[in-house]
């Protein structure tokens, strides 16, 4: 496995490359174009400014976090075809650059959603957390003005206001759009861009909705076992591939992550490891990577992916919020470095056991 940290690009992240340099578990970072908008071209040379950034500071690019997917491509709209000849424009510009590992979603309109950015623990951190309860209760177009508020004046990744400034029409053109009319258009979309993967050797790697069951009425399909291997057996190439998100996939209890490691094997070319705690049904809130600090045997996790023979990238996903940090929610340097760290070790006792 390599390990790697998320990076959002040395004019978005408070975090620097001199600090992630010196994590020292860490090999290389996965990375974006984050202003670019779903659906835009991304040039040549502006991947290789971000490869070179990343170089310059003694780290690879191991892959991108996000290219993200326009809403036409999901809702199969007539236009799509174009928003997907840009996408596979972008995927042969990352090829020509060397880069072959894509992550990428398929929710509606919104990306991972949270009804609190900063709940406070007792020692004084603070983590994200979700209560159906309280979702419930939100008019989406408040959802995007409390995450702007909390958000510590980042924008957060699949929270871009230029797209959320029009969720009156978004809403409304996803509202035929069922799950099974979602799945259809990913395979659709997969299927047209499996020979430019397959040209350049670029893994695609779908990221598990988060959390895993619909949300504000939209569709939500990469939420379990069932789905993700309708999904694999759809387009059977192994480009098509899965981001393992244990905490996105772990939101259900139901998911059993040990089993769902077992039954992508081979397919999962990107894996988020992480923690959370299930406080109570369709409640959760993030914890520490520890273990017993959470839901989660994260032990238990990476003994399966390395027993699995996984060779991919993994990085920390979401961390507490430590020592004043002030940073994008979930992504301060120092919960993730712990956590780094703490993979690492498993890994080793793993590897050498
Ligand atoms: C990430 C997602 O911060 C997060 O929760 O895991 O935003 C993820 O990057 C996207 O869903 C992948 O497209
Ligand atoms: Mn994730």
Known sequence: MKMTMRFYGKDYDSVTLEQLRQ??????LISTLYYKQAGELWERDEI??????????GLELSG????????????????RDMYIENYIKTLENLGEEGIDLVCYNFMPIFDWTRSELAKPRPDGSTVLAYDQSVVDKINPDNLKEYMDANSNGFVMPGWEPERLGKLKELFEAYKDVDAEKLFNNLVYFLKAIMPTCEKYGIKMAIHPDDPAWSVFGLSRI?????????????????????TFCMGSLGSNPDNDLVDLVHALKGRIHF??????????????????????????????????????????????????????????????????????????????????S
């Open 23 to 28: 994590i020292r578990y860490v090999e290389g």
């Open 48 to 57: 290789r400014a971000l490869k070179n950034d990343i170089e310059g500071a």
């Open 64 to 79: 991108i976090e996000s290219v993200n997917i326009h809403d036409a491509i999901k809702i199969g709209t007539p236009d």
């Open 222 to 242: 990469i939420t379990c076992k069932e789905n993700l291997l309708r999904m694999l057996n759809a387009v059977p190439s192994v480009y098509n591939g899965v």
């Open 271 to 352: 894996a988020h490891i992480r923690n959370l705690k299930h406080t109570a049904p369709g409640q959760f809130e993030e914890a520490c990577h520890l273990s017993a600090d959470g839901s989660f045997d994260l032990a238990a996790v990476v003994k399966a992916l390395h027993d699995d023979g996984f060779d991919g990238v993994i990085r920390p996903d979401h961390g507490r919020m430590l020592w004043g940090e002030k940073a994008m929610p979930g992504y301060g340097l120092y919960d993730r470095a712990l956590g780094a760290a703490y993979i690492c070790g498993l890994w080793e006792m793993v590897s050498k």
